[in-house]
């Protein structure tokens, strides 16, 4: 799967002379929180929250309170922009724009072409477009782990049980810790009771895993 997969097309941008405090507008209004800058096509430089945050007056007296917030709102992005961003293309794997944004710590990948932004990579997306869709999360059903079952051969024969009982597998997965040879499944269904029974008569442990769909 590549970046141009799941990333947001629509990229709500603003330029480099625009003032703060319409930065921290914009985001409140699109519920975001981190802006792109561009300076005549050109991707010139980054603004999160946390800069917005930081850049904004901290006083104890209403005279220094008025006298700061003037100073704001003559402020722009400019001066406090990032300039050195991190990017991506668009046919980058996301395995490694993970792996870049873990490397550098951040929240969102700008996605360009040449200068020119043509999309956003955020952890939202990887989340809601690949992490959740592989886990079930938000889905019905059931989930049950079963204990020891996921070296190659135990996988089989629990695949071939539940798929003989007509029931639907909608996603299955292992536990991130590698010592765990258990095997999760995600199986369409309101009742995993005979299904686990089923299993138990096999001689394998099983559980049922509780989750909010």
């Known amino acids: ?48 929250k946390d800069d917005l945050l930081k850049a904004s007056p901290s006083s104890t007296t209403p005279y220094n309170q008025r006298q700061l917030f003037y100073l704001m709102s003559k402020l722009t992005v400019r001066e406090i922009m990032k300039t050195d961003v991190v ?17 550098n710590r951040v929240g969102s990948l700008p996605v360009v072409d040449g200068k020119r ?11 809601y477009k690949i992490l959740n869709p592989l886990l079930g999360i938000g889905e019905t059903g059931k989930r049950i782990t079963i204990y020891g079952a996921g070296k190659k051969e135990e996988i089989q024969k629990v695949l071939d ?41 096999m001689g394998y442990s099983v559980d049922l895993r509780e989750f909010s769909a």
Not at 27 to 46: A, F, S, T
Not at 87 to 103: C, L, P, R, S
């Open 161 to 201: 049980y539940v798929n003989k009982t007509g029931t639907k597998i909608k996603t299955f997965w292992f536990p991130a810790d590698p010592e765990k040879k258990d095997l999760i499944l995600h199986l369409d269904t309101d009742d995993a009771t005979p299904i686990i029974s089923g299993l138990k008569e």
């Open 1 to 48: 799967m590549l970046v141009r997969d799941i990333m947001t097309h629509n990229v709500i941008t603003i330029t480099s002379d625009t003032y703060v405090l319409d930065a921290e507008r914009t985001m409140e209004l699109h519920k975001i929180d981190r802006l792109p800058i561009v300076d005549k096509g050109k991707l010139v430089g980054i603004v999160t």
């Open 87 to 103: 990017t991506v293309t668009a046919d980058t794997t996301i395995e490694k724009a993970v792996a870049i944004a873990q490397k």
């Open 117 to 127: 932004i043509v999309g956003i990579l955020t952890t939202n997306d990887v989340f």
